[in-house]
T-cell receptor, first 112, second 112 residues
């Protein structure tokens, strides 16, 4: 199993540009989520999904959209990038039988 | 909402010494407390967890203790090795993605 994969690993955007961060998992997990990690602030939940077709907002959802058309994929869309979205983004998945979250390797995004 | 405080933010120990990282939480409904290790350039990985009906759990050189009355839990690493150098995150979970709150992280450096 590859686990949770994310692409790209690094990305630089200009203010106002849009892009999609990709996330996929091959563990047949129902639950998937996106976090951002900023210095001194831990991990903050952006959006999450409890199954295909079902998504909900987390703690910091503004400026981001998600969709979940399949169990495997959970892309995160930045609609109009802002410097405040400069961060490291992690995707995670979890099965229904336990609490352990499996994290991807992260995407480091810089918005200039 | 839940508030998780983690201390210290940085910790340097000599190889072979013990390291202790402490977290406090505020929501008495939290019942699951995982600890994650994040190596440079990688996503967080679960290393040990504890549920609210248990006071202590040990796995080789790492252990976690929980004091529900005082609302604090701690990670103990004994006989530290250079490969233990990483950032460690605690979290408090009262059920569901929107109810997982992470600490701000502790950067542990083990000096050979």
């Amino acid at each position: 199993n590859a686990g949770v994969t994310q692409t790209p690993k690094f990305q630089v955007l200009k203010t106002g540009q849009s892009m999609t961060l990709q996330c996929a998992q091959d563990m047949n997990h129902e639950y998937m989520s996106w976090y951002r990690q900023d210095p001194g602030m831990g991990l903050r939940l952006i959006h999450y999904s409890v199954g295909a077709g079902i998504t909900d907002q987390g703690e910091v959802p503004n400026g981001y959209n998600v969709s979940r058309s399949t169990t495997e994929d959970f892309p995160l869309r930045l609609l109009s990038a802002a410097p405040s979205q400069t961060s490291v983004y992690f995707c995670a998945s979890r099965g229904t039988s336990g609490n352990e979250q499996y994290f991807g390797p992260g995407t480091r995004l810089t918005v200039t | 909402g839940e508030n998780v405080e983690q201390h210290p933010s940085t910790l340097s120990v000599q190889e072979g010494d013990s390291a202790v990282i402490k977290c406090t939480y505020s929501d008495s409904a939290s019942n699951y407390f995982p600890w994650y290790k994040q190596e440079l350039g990688k996503g967080p990985q679960l290393i040990i967890d504890i549920r609210s009906n248990v006071g202590e759990k040990k796995d080789q050189r790492i252990a976690v203790t929980l004091n529900k009355t005082a609302k604090h839990f701690s990670l103990h690493i004994t006989e530290t090795q250079p490969e233990d150098s990483a950032v460690y995150f605690c979290a408090a979970d009262s059920g569901g993605y929107q109810k997982v709150t992470f600490g701000t992280g502790t950067k542990l450096q083990v000096i050979p």
